[in-house]
């Protein structure tokens, strides 16, 4: 039998005094905007109160809330998030025999595409999936490695699990968080993380070779200032590597309110591949993509349908009505295969910014 999905929304509204209006587009400034959504909730992690409109700017084509919570009382829509888990560090687990080839084969792929001299690594892999491929780019964030005592920097690193790869990997790591949670979990597996904002740091300028910022701007008031920071923060010829939903994607234009990108009110700002593009040049990087795209269709549009039907999209374990369920299957295939193609409609938008040397 199917799950019985029951509607489970905050029922109290935002304070009053918690909102402030946002007129113009945050990310270019243009004026020219367009209501898309109203009465929006959060039907993701389901903590937070109140309900949220919606606008698209007329130029670049950005999405953004408004009115939207203010810095202060934003950590109202945080008391349920998933990286206030343990991280733990990565390279504590014990391995099994088929755990040590894979790691093989990951480091491998990794000395021969990014730099690295890790072991064990036996031999060069050819015949390896797209996915596998993927998923090797991400563990590293598409970054190429320096080498030894190269410093990396994650912004809203969580409870730290990316920096425990990393430093597992030879970077030397340091992080800022905003929430005081999860950043008490990265520190407890021993990493440099520091609480706060990123413009509230004393961090000096042209310090490190990467900064990594995975599913971050979309949750800034102000990321555009964010983006200046970093330019300044790196050394010439050091990368940002960012990751945000995309407001482009075939995910948003089925699901609309329901697409597990919007997540009102914790995303504050949405990009589309060209104004995420734009907004970087104009602080001065040379932008790229990186080796293979990000499909992930599958995951934004299960989410997005168990939202649609008012489930619980936290549920690690839930079944779908069957009909539902393939017709999801066969959209979300056809949406990797037309993002393969041109990867400005892929679900989430990953780009990398060069520093100019």
Not at 241 to 251: M, Q, V, W, Y
Request: hydrophobic share 35%; charged share 20%.
């Amino acid at each position: 039998m199917p799950t019985t999905f029951t509607a489970k929304h905050p029922g109290d509204i935002w304070p009053a005094d918690g909102l402030e209006n946002v007129p113009s587009c945050p990310v270019c400034g243009s004026g020219r905007r367009q209501r898309v959504h109203s009465e929006l909730h959060d039907g993701i992690f389901r903590c937070a109160p109140g309900r949220w409109s919606f606008y698209r700017c007329g130029d670049c084509r950005s999405g953004w809330l408004d009115p939207r919570p203010t810095p202060s009382t934003i950590p109202l829509a945080y008391t349920h998030y998933y990286t206030h888990g343990q991280a733990g560090d990565t390279t504590s687990r014990p391995i099994s025999r088929w755990r040590q080839f894979r790691i093989a084969q990951r480091n491998s792929y990794l000395n021969a595409h990014y730099g690295y001299n890790l072991k064990p690594a036996a031999w060069i892999p050819v015949f390896l999936s797209d996915a596998r491929r993927r998923r090797f780019d991400a563990f590293t964030g598409y970054l190429r490695f320096p080498g030894a005592g190269a410093r990396v920097l994650d912004i809203g690193c969580g409870n730290g699990a990316f920096l425990c790869q990393m430093r597992s990997l030879g970077w030397a790591v340091c992080g800022v968080e905003p929430d005081s949670q999860s950043a008490a979990h990265a520190q407890s597996a021993g990493l440099d993380v520091r609480v706060g904002l990123l413009q509230q740091q004393s961090l000096p300028e042209a310090s490190f070779d990467a900064i990594t910022a995975f599913h971050v701007i979309e949750h800034l008031h102000n990321p555009v200032e964010t983006l200046c920071c970093c330019f300044k923060l790196l050394k010439p010829g050091g990368y940002i590597t960012l990751a945000t939903p995309n407001l482009d994607s075939f995910g948003y234009r089925r699901y609309g309110p329901c697409w597990l990108g919007l997540d009102p009110p914790r995303h504050l700002v949405l990009f589309t591949e060209d104004s995420l593009r734009q907004t970087l040049v104009g602080h001065g990087f040379v932008v790229s993509r990186p080796p293979h795209p990000c499909l992930t269709a599958r995951h934004f549009f299960k989410k997005s349908l168990i939202v649609e039907l008012g489930g619980d999209p936290a549920e690690r374990y839930i079944r779908l009505p069957w009909f539902q369920s393939i017709k999801m299957e066969w959209l979300a295939a056809k949406a990797n295969r037309s993002a393969r193609k041109n990867p400005a409609y892929t679900e989430e938008l990953i780009l990398l910014g060069k520093k100019p040397a």
